[in-house]
């Protein structure tokens, strides 16, 4: 283990004995202590008490600036008023029907205005809207394998926990035991920015492919840029193979810009899913795309999709009001600018400390590679130091900073973030550099 990180380790056991306390008893009922796989970290994850702002604070009582932000859900921050609001305002009318309500419309309605979507369906997960729309994207095209990016993360369906098997364009094998390799075989991976990994698939079996699932800018791998015309060369090739492309839009919708990467990018895809934000912290997510596609749905047509708890009023209503908040104080510049003066400091704050690091970033999302780099994709960000990035994370938690927990996660900017807490954040960071230096 890194030196620093078994140092660092011990003093957040000193700092969270609550957190260690709360850790033990969920272990007793709950597999690794947490409810998703991404809340765990060595020793024990940060038990949340309360949430207000740009920051949290543990049952400790230490308190952290949030630029995790629930995996970048929360855009206007924990405990919005205009959120709050809304969901107090709508609990007091039920908090599920199991038929529908008037506010789903609302919802649909500013997501159709501001994407290039024509209809939208909601479900309760990123990885249901990711499902759902494949399955749609298979019956439209009567095709059966998909293209997915190797790093891509589309939710924890069996197709998609499919990883890279061998060669550059392979058919995937299981990413966890649990899904079978006929499931997963039905997945092709390719390295993201590599156009001749997609050619030569296509070249191969493009009769076969159903569709191609990325995100616009891939934030799962870490953030990583696509190369200029990338996407447009990816939108003719597969047209040319009358493939369709999904943009999964869970962390980039609403984040990039108001038409997300769609917008940033210029292109347009045949189906996108939307996650996240359009939950405004609660469990709401979406697919949508052209009426002649979705309109094949159950019961206008044949494809099957569900849920009990789809279109929960309670989760619309804070999607809601967020994505009229953000239509209210127009943030995306001042939100670019913070993100930008962020990495330049943490940049600087890597250079100062000689740590040799890569820092993509664009809109408010980033993520510090630790790595010379460049990082354009998941194989180059594979060659960072995982062992020097836990360190530098523990050293940011004790600074009282939380940044994305992982390597290959993005760190977030809300609207909640002042300048003066960016600074905090950098400074922090310029300590835990300077800490994990030797
Ligand atoms: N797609 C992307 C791009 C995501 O980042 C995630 C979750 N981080 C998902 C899908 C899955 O979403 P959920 O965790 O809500 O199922």
Redesign the pocket.
Known sequence: MYPDLQKELATFERRTPKSAEAHKKNLKRIPLGVASNYRAYDPWPIFVKEASGSKFRDLDGNEYIDHNLT?GALMAGHCHPAVMKAVEKRLSTGTMFGMPHDMEWELAEEICNRFPVEMCRFGN???EA?MHAIRLARAVTRRDYIIKFDGG????SDGLLAKAGSGIATQGIPGTPGVPEAFAALTITIPFNDLNALREVLAARGHEIACLIG?PVP??MGVVLPEPGYWEEVRRLLDAHGSLLLF?E??TGFRLGWQGGQGWSGVTPDLCTL?KIIGGGLPA?AYGGRAEFMRRIAPEGPVYQAGTLSGNPLAVAAGLATLRELQRTLPYSSLASLTDELAEGLRQAASDAGVPVTVNHVASILTVFFTEGPVTDFHSAARSDTQRFAAFFHACLRHGVMLAPSQFEATFVSTAHTEAEIAQTIAGAHLAFQEVAS
């Open positions: 995996f997960s990123g990885t990711t993360y589309h939710g924890h995100e934030a799962n999964d869970v962390i996650g997510a």
